[in-house]
């Protein structure tokens, strides 16, 4: 899987300065961008701003909180004049170079600090976030300013798969993703007032960090790819393509969430994928979700599948709406019976809880 990241931003922005220069005789103080309360020039001096918080947040490695800093472009006491609208695509122009340097040094494993909706995002989700931004104001921008803009449908698709995994794809990326923002309509869908995108959930797990896996990821998982890991010999494992697959079906049929999706498991030694695990979809009405895993072979053996079962298991049976985890596992996989036996997994009935087929044996967890 290519590279995702910084090459998009800069796409992003050019296209954003391209069409905006052709206002720049305008007053954005007077014309409100789109559907949006605030007026061009504020608008424009958010996108600025997110921009730069996000070059800020990785770089500076922020855990906690955003990093308490904002930018104006209005002037100040030393004399320095208010920008002009060139000036402020200027100033756009700078903030997407930051992030786009930013992003080219940071290192895959890192994450920082940002609040939706898991507290974290990697250099991956941050870049989508800042393309996101530019689109959608440049977008509110031009339409308060009665001006033409479109951006690629590769552009739009990039982010709808890595930060709005929960929706439906749509008959174009571009009109999905502004119906999914509340900023148009799309035919037999409600219309969208409250939203938010959604980066890749991390669970920690001694050795390992549960890594979620995007419906960008998984598309190149399933068509053979690395999914954007870096593979020890011998990885991903069928199991784990396979999983992808299930993945892609769900995001296109709009049934997709990700916290219930797969997970890629990375070792935080060295920042390298041995194998996968996740969950066959949302958990039932009973509130019952089934669970599956696979290591690549080298992985095998070393516990690590144990550590990322219990860490996930803990997760999932510590939220309101699971009751209970089950596994499925042939009679013969003497080691993956183990690793359920060691998580906690107790072997149940197959014929009263419907759990497996045969030749299966079943396996459940409850709080």
Known sequence: MHAWGGKQVEEAVAGCVAALGKAVDADWTAVKAGRLE???????????????????QLAGRAQQRYVPFEITLDGDEDGLDPADNAGVLEVVETTGALLVATLRTTPREVRAFHPFPFRSANREGFAAMGVTEVLLHTHDMAEGLGIAYEPSPALAEDVLTRIFPQVRPGPTPWSTL??????????????????????????????????????????????????????????PFEGTRDAAGMLVK??????????????????????????????????????????????AEGARGRGYATEALRALSEWALARDDVRSLFATVERGNAPSQAVLSRAGFTRVDTDSAHLADDGELAYELGR
């Not at 605030?38 to 996000?54: E, F, I, K, S, V």
């Not at 502004?178 to 797990?205: E, H, K």
């Open 250 to 295: 769900a995001y296109e049929a709009g049934v997709h969430r990700p916290e219930w999706g797969v997970f890629a498991l990375v070792r935080t030694e060295d920042g390298r994928a041995v194998g996968g695990m996740g969950f066959h979809g949302a958990p039932d009405e009973q509130g019952r979700a089934e669970i599956g895993y696979d290591l």
């Open 178 to 235: 502004l119906w999914a923002t509340g900023r148009g309509d799309l035919a037999g869908r409600a219309p969208v007032t409250d939203w938010l995108w959604s980066n890749n959930l991390v669970i920690p797990a001694g050795r390992l960090t549960l890594q979620g896996i995007t419906p960008a990821a998984a598309r190149d998982l399933r068509q053979g790819g690395d999914g954007g890991f870096e593979w020890i010999e011998g990885g």
């Open 38 to 56: 605030w007026d061009c020039r504020q608008t424009a001096t958010h996108m600025a701003g997110a921009l730069l918080a996000y070059a800020g």
